[in-house]
T-cell receptor, first 113, second 118 residues
Framework: DAGVTQSPTHLIKTRGQHVTLRCSPISGHKSVSWYQQVLGQGPQFIFQYYEKEERGRGNFPDRFSARQFPNYSSELNVNALLLGDSALYLC????????????FGPGTRLTVT | AQSVTQLDSHVSVSEGTPVLLRCNYS??????LFWYVQHPNKGLQLLLKYTSAATLVKGINGFEAEFKKSETSFHLTKPSAHMSDAAEYFCVVSDAESGTSGTYKYIFGTGTRLKVLA
């Protein structure tokens, strides 16, 4: 079975630009979460979506937004990019209510110059 | 609020010797706890999980962790380190309070980088 997939794998953007990151969950998983991992730190929770609705939000500015589609894939959007947005963005999928286990994709490495 | 503290940012062991990576948690109720491993330029892989069943949890690649409520600890151990164990390890607590309808978020520790010496 295919795991969580993310695209693109790497991305370079300029300050002030906008970026869209994509995630496809494991088949049958209806919940998707997004995390930001800055170099040298642990991942920080950004959003969780379940059945196309936002179910949780971390301490990130409104420049960060996300959505989930009917096929349960998800997009993370970041507007007005800052240098500090450079990070590995991880997507995780899960089956809500069952052991709380999340399965992570390989991530998208975003570099803002 | 829930949190985890990984007590060592770096741990070095010789190949074939035991591994101990320490994690303490803070939770207002019975938590779900996990250990994940991250190899360079790779995603996060689940090593093991504790979800209020047996307190001694066995994971993949010979790793184990013991949930000790009295000490609020969930340390990761392995009897004999292998060169392939060199990676970043994250202790994680699941915050089930913050979500609705069975949703939740992970709260990660700051990570422990394990170095295995030949």
């Amino acid at each position: 079975d295919a795991g969580v997939t993310q695209s693109p794998t790497h991305l370079i953007k300029t300050r002030g630009q906008h970026v869209t990151l994509r995630c496809s969950p494991i088949s049958g998983h209806k919940s998707v979460s997004w995390y930001q991992q800055v170099l040298g730190q642990g991942p920080q929770f950004i959003f969780q979506y379940y059945e196309k609705e936002e179910r949780g939000r971390g301490n990130f500015p409104d420049r960060f937004s996300a959505r989930q589609f009917p096929n349960y894939s998800s997009e993370l959007n970041v507007n007005a990019l800052l240098l500090g947005d450079s990070a590995l963005y991880l997507c995780a999928s899960s089956v809500p209510g069952r052991t709380y286990e999340q399965y992570f994709g390989p991530g998208t490495r975003l570099t803002v110059t | 609020a829930q949190s985890v503290t990984q007590l060592d940012s770096h741990v070095s062991v010789s190949e074939g010797t035991p591994v101990l990576l320490r994690c303490n948690y803070s939770s207002s109720y019975s938590p779900s706890l996990f250990w994940y491993v991250q190899h360079p330029n790779k995603g996060l892989q689940l090593l093991l999980k504790y979800t209020s069943a047996a307190t001694l949890v066995k994971g993949i690649n010979g790793f184990e962790a013991e949930f000790k409520k009295s000490e609020t600890s969930f340390h990761l151990t392995k009897p004999s380190a292998h060169m392939s164990d060199a990676a970043e390890y994250f202790c994680v607590v699941s915050d089930a309070e913050s979500g609705t309808s069975g949703t939740y978020k992970y709260i990660f520790g700051t990570g422990t980088r394990l170095k295995v010496l030949a």
